[in-house]
Structures are given as structure tokens and as C-alpha cells.
């Protein structure tokens, strides 16, 4: 039985290629200096401005706001990494999030089986908190963390342990959902449960290893809690 769910955001909440494609085209137009600057730009984030697609090992996916800022500043003189990395939160909290799926109902319907829920993030917490705001689902969650909440980033497993803690729950009762490596290892940190979510970029052969088990997506967890329970 598990008490506590505690759930990554882009990519597992939130559809990842849908929702930051979107805004990685925008953003990179609005800082390059023309068409080949931000060809370059997105290049050095790992993103493909005709396809809207990024590669798995963009720093997009699951890093920080700065270490975003500090994959682009080669292409900026002038900038600092601080300064980029303010433009990105500035401009991160009205990115066009596209729900994985229907959310509300999802998490009513988890919250009423008597499970706290969270959200572990390595955006920013600002932003987060607007995403999770622009979707009416902020009262739905009992925590919200972002890397500059005071936990660190994920991998590391603060986030995952500060919320058990704030919450009274025994790790080893916790699962982390999510869509990298990074959600799946800073669980195992933690001593949690491990879900895994295609809704992300990563494949199933790239999470298997670190995933207790693999959903198409967050609308599965209530069969699989069920499973867990009989």
C-alpha cells in the first residue's frame, strides 16, 4: 500500500514535447538576433526548431532553469548565465502547458482514496506554481517544490525526502512518478517507489532499469494502485 504520490511536472503532469516545444520556439526567437542565431541557440539546448522536437539529452528535459541559461551563453556574448536564466523564468510561468491528461478529475479521484500528492519539479517553483495554477489543480497538491525550493535539484533525493517529511510518510510508502532518469533515481534515493511515465521523452528501455513499473501515462495509476493493494 503506498500513502503518497509525488509527481514530476513536465512530462509526467504535463505532456513534455507539446508544452515546451512550444515555448522553446518562442523564447529562442525572442532572444536571437535572426533565423541562424536561433538554429544555433536551440542547438546548443538540443532542440530541432522544424520539428519541435528535442534530444534526449537536452537540458531541457530535466535539468534547471540555470543550467538551461548556461548551455546558451556561449551563443550570447554579453549575457551572464544569471541573466538568462531570468529571462527563462520569466518567461517559463506562461510556457502553454498541455495536460498528459484530463488532471482534475485524476487527482480528485486520488486525493479521495486518501493519498497526499505532490510535486517535485527542476523548474523553478514560481513557474511551477503558475502552471499548476493555470489548471485549477494547486489546491490538489499537499506539497509543490521546485530546485530552488531549498531541497536541491533532482537527482538528488530532497525533494522526495522533504516531502515525506512534511507530510509525515514513510519514504518506502511514497512513489515518485516520472519521465527521466532523474525522477526515477532521486526516488531510489529516497528509499521510494519508482513509476515511470511515457509521456516525457525517454523510452521504456531508457527508464527500465530504475522503474519499479512503466505506465503509458498518470491516467494508469489507479489500476496499478489497485493491483498494489489486492
Not at 514530476?8 to 522553446?24: E, P
Request: proline share 6%; aromatic share 6%; net charge negative.
Amino acid at each position: 500500500m503506498l500513502d503518497g504520490l509525488l509527481f514530476d511536472k513536465d512530462g509526467t503532469l504535463f505532456d513534455f514535447r507539446v508544452s515546451w516545444g512550444q515555448w522553446a520556439a518562442g523564447f529562442l526567437a525572442s532572444i536571437a538576433s535572426d533565423d541562424a542565431h536561433a538554429g544555433r541557440l536551440g542547438l546548443a539546448i538540443g532542440y530541432d526548431a522544424r520539428t519541435q522536437s528535442f534530444a534526449p539529452d537536452s537540458p531541457v528535459i530535466a535539468a534547471t532553469a540555470a543550467d538551461i541559461a548556461a548551455a546558451l551563453v556561449s551563443e550570447m556574448p554579453g549575457q551572464s548565465v544569471a541573466a538568462l536564466t531570468d529571462l527563462i523564468n520569466d518567461t517559463a510561468g506562461s510556457a502553454p502547458m498541455s495536460e498528459a491528461v484530463p488532471l482534475r478529475p485524476l487527482l480528485t479521484l486520488l486525493r479521495g482514496r486518501g493519498l497526499r500528492l505532490g510535486v517535485a519539479t527542476n523548474d523553478t517553483e514560481a513557474p511551477a506554481r503558475q502552471h499548476l495554477a493555470a489548471h485549477g489543480i494547486t489546491d490538489l497538491f499537499d506539497f509543490v517544490a521546485g530546485y530552488d525550493s531549498g531541497h536541491g535539484p533532482k537527482p538528488g533525493p530532497g525533494m522526495c525526502l522533504a516531502f515525506a517529511a512534511s507530510q509525515g510518510l514513510d519514504p518506502a510508502r511514497v512513489a515518485m512518478v516520472g519521465d527521466s532518469r532523474h525522477d526515477l533515481q532521486a526516488g531510489r534515493a529516497a528509499g521510494m517507489r519508482t513509476v515511470a511515465v511515457l509521456t516525457g521523452i525517454a523510452k521504456s528501455a531508457d527508464l527500465a532499469d530504475l522503474a519499479d513499473v512503466i505506465l503509458p501515462d498518470i491516467g494508469a495509476l489507479p489500476d496499478w494502485l489497485d493491483q498494489q493493494s489486492a
